[in-house]
């Protein structure tokens, strides 16, 4: 009698999501007949039809729901029994705390920790966000095994003299703006384009750095002084005004909202720093290098 495979119920599952045999074949890498082969078998061993055959592809009868529902179960198990194991396996297993500022939490950092994870799942990873000067008094404190930092223009000259630092990228601040802006089809703006403009600013406690306007305007007008990035960028996607961005925070920007680059200015862009103590740990320094490897271009 046929029975379950791993790799049956796998092909099953990509066909059933894809709604087609060729399609499913491209996406799993296999001859069309080696997908009509495997369905064949799950079909033999369910003693049901799977899959309904029509001009528009294929639909799952009422026996494949129900190998589909325990498949994707089973499938799911299988793949967390690897990771546990897995686990087992790499000697970089134990506890990992990571601070960043806002910014950087964005997007770079959290795809750093989905990379670290694949990569040594047996490390507990804790995560908080906090402004830079925060940061780095956890981690003088030992409260932090990695910092990631904004240095930079308009930024303070943090002392990092008894840290270790690493550069995981260097980029440059952008204009964002409402896609129904008067300025939103620009390719690239000046200076001069920005100085009617209101703007969006953040607001923290005294001494933490802040994006305010943009940095080489003489007099700017602020329109709105708000904490967090989701209401500035809330703020920008209803048109209420302007609001500066890193260019590392672009992946993480919501509709509604673009970017346009700024000419003819002499601010030089900031830098996204990962910063442990001088000796960090294996695990710490497994971080960083995925830090590096996400920001790669």
Excluded: C
């Amino acid at each position: 009698m046929t029975e379950f495979t791993l790799v049956g119920l796998r092909v099953v599952q990509q066909v059933a999501v894809s709604g087609s045999f060729t399609q499913a074949a491209e996406l799993l890498g296999y001859t069309q007949s080696a997908v009509s082969r495997q369905v064949a078998a799950m079909e033999a061993a369910a003693g049901a039809p799977i899959f309904e055959r029509g001009r528009r592809g294929v639909k799952l009868t009422a026996a494949g729901e129900v190998l589909i529902r325990r498949a994707t179960s089973i499938l799911a198990d299988v793949t967390a029994t690897g990771q546990e194991l897995a686990g087992l396996r790499d000697r970089l297993a134990g506890r990992l705390t990571v601070g960043s500022f806002p910014a950087a939490a964005m997007a770079l950092v959290p795809r750093a920790l989905a990379r670290l994870r694949a990569t040594h799942p047996g490390l507990a990873v804790q995560f908080v966000e906090a402004s830079t000067p925060a940061l780095l008094r956890q981690l003088r404190a030992k409260r932090l095994d990695v910092a990631v930092i904004g240095v930079g223009h308009g930024l303070p000259d943090y002392d990092l003299a008894d840290l270790h630092r690493t550069t995981v990228r260097s980029g440059s601040l952008l204009v964002a703006v409402g896609e129904q802006h008067r300025l939103a089809d620009r390719r690239e703006l000046t200076v001069a384009d920005l100085e009617d403009e209101p703007w969006i600013v953040g607001a923290g406690a005294a001494g933490e750095p802040q994006f305010g306007a943009w940095p080489t305007l003489s007099e700017p007008t602020v329109a709105h002084s708000t904490r967090n990035w989701s209401t500035r960028l809330g703020l920008v996607a209803a048109g209420l005004g302007l609001t500066v961005v890193p260019d590392l925070a672009v992946p993480a920007l919501p509709g509604g909202v673009r970017t346009i680059p700024v000419t003819g200015s002499r601010q030089s862009g900031r830098a996204t720093v990962a910063v442990t103590r001088v000796q960090p740990s294996a695990r710490a320094r497994a971080l960083v290098s995925a830090l590096r490897d996400e920001a790669a271009p």
